[in-house]
Nanobody
Framework: EVQLVESGGGLVQAGGSLRLSCAAS????????IGWFRQAPGKERERVSC????????YYADSVKGRFTISSDNAKNTVYLQMNSLKPEDTGVYYC???????????????WGQGTQVTVSS
């Protein structure tokens, strides 16, 4: 059974930090990239970051560059998203997902996690 399980969301004040984790199982981790997506109320889901398991290449949306850092522990099949200098506009449900190609920004994920809520208060 494929599983992607997010954790680490919560409520934080603007300027604060959170670290999200995504634990993957049930598929060959090295064959996929892992992306972090978020969906704010009333907005479309957007990809904020992605990391290729094969070579560690990372990708970021312009809105989070310099503030968010994605990393992977392949031994644990876990991907992290360190979020610093959080802003109220970062509020949303954050999902991790397995994608075949991180380098294609619009690549539809093969598998999704259930999501974790991140709320940034002003």
């Amino acid at each position: 059974e494929v599983q992607l399980v997010e954790s680490g969301g919560g409520l934080v004040q603007a300027g604060g930090s959170l670290r999200l984790s995504c634990a993957a199982s049930g598929f060959t981790f090295d064959d996929y990239g892992i992306g972090w997506f978020r969906q704010a109320p009333g907005k479309e889901r957007e990809r904020v970051s992605c990391i290729s398991s094969s070579d560690g290449s990372t990708y970021y949306a312009d809105s989070v560059k310099g503030r968010f850092t994605i990393s992977s522990d392949n031994a644990k099949n876990t991907v992290y998203l360190q979020m610093n200098s959080l802003k109220p506009e970062d509020t949303g449900v954050y999902y991790c997902a397995a994608v075949l190609r991180c380098e294609v920004a619009g690549e539809p994920p093969e598998y999704w996690g259930q999501g974790t809520q991140v709320t940034v208060s002003s």
